[in-house]
């Protein structure tokens, strides 16, 4: 690879009752919170068009995430076998991005009650997208 470095700049930080990874459940689903999701003011106008309902896509950076590891045990079982990053869902892998499927619960100026999420108090959105419909 050629070296070049790409900047991400935060749109905005999940607030959630989530304090440490080890609080958090593997997937939403798995009985995650619901949380709120703080967008700057920079970023406020990007909301317009979400409405209370919507399935948005949370694009997060996992901040507390290793970015050393290229392999690991599966959900942390040390019964299954290590296994490429790329073929699971951690949040420990050279680029810590994460993806969350969430539904929008209510919506307060430039913050967005979603869940449920398994993100930790204090991580970073990078970005938001719809959920498509399947075509």
């Known amino acids: 690879m050629n070296g070049t470095m790409y900047a991400i700049e935060p749109i905005g930080l999940i607030r959630s009752e989530l304090a440490t990874r080890g609080a958090a459940p593997h997937q939403g689903r798995e ?8 967008v700057d003011s920079r970023f406020a106008e990007g909301l317009d068009g979400i409405a209370v309902g919507d399935e948005i896509i949370l694009i997060t950076w996992f901040h507390k995430a290793r970015r050393d590891l290229l392999k690991l045990h599966p959900r942390r079982d040390m019964n ?41 108090d204090g991580t970073p959105v990078v970005d938001i997208k719809p959920v498509l419909p399947h075509s």
């Open 31 to 38: 009985g995650a919170p619901n949380a709120w999701l703080e």
């Open 80 to 120: 299954r076998p290590l296994t490429g990053v790329f073929k699971t869902r951690s949040p420990d892998r050279p680029n810590p991005l994460g993806l969350h499927r969430v539904k929008v619960l209510e919506i307060s100026g430039n913050r967005l009650k979603v869940g449920p999420i398994e993100a930790i």
